[in-house]
């Protein structure tokens, strides 16, 4: 019969504020609530290796991840719709197509969003991609630079938010 954990014990694994890959440890670097015309919509956690500042990550093959905790219920085609409108608008049309084998795919893995839910966008050690819909993986790709070009919706110029981007990059 397992011992039970003492209050103050369970309180610390339950606030811990770290991930892991496969082959890295992460820890929270940043979060920032994103508002949207005055209502909360989630909250973004970026992690990265606690070594390198975030700037080098962003721009190496590094791990991240970004965890977004939903504060509101969102339609699994507006999540859509606004990624792939944001991926235009930074990249253009044409090269946007050039990624549509991929996105399909990745989007094709999302579901509607309620209160309380999460995704998490991994870039693995190998540079590979993993997204996970409240802790349990959703979608995986090989496909070089996926990752690198799905982060860059939040982490890139001219992204979804630059006020989201500048507090999860500081």
Known sequence: MPLPLRPLTLALML??????TA??????????????????????????TPDTPLAQALASE?????????????????????????LERQHGSEQVEQWQDELTALHEAFRDVSAGDTYSLDRRPDGSLELYYNDSLAYR??????ATLYLGIWLDEDGL????????LK
């Open 23 to 48: 082959d890295a440890a992460l820890e929270l670097r940043n979060q920032h609530l994103f508002r949207y015309l005055l209502v909360d919509v989630y909250t973004a956690e970026l992690y990265s």
């Open 161 to 168: 938010s630059e006020g989201l981007r500048s507090a999860l």
């Open 141 to 146: 790709s090989d496909t070089p630079g996926l």
């Open 62 to 86: 590094q791990p991240l991840r970004l965890t977004l905790r939903y504060h509101r219920n969102i339609d699994r085609d507006d999540l859509t719709k606004a990624a792939l409108t944001t």
């Open 15 to 20: 606030t811990m504020s770290c991930a892991s």
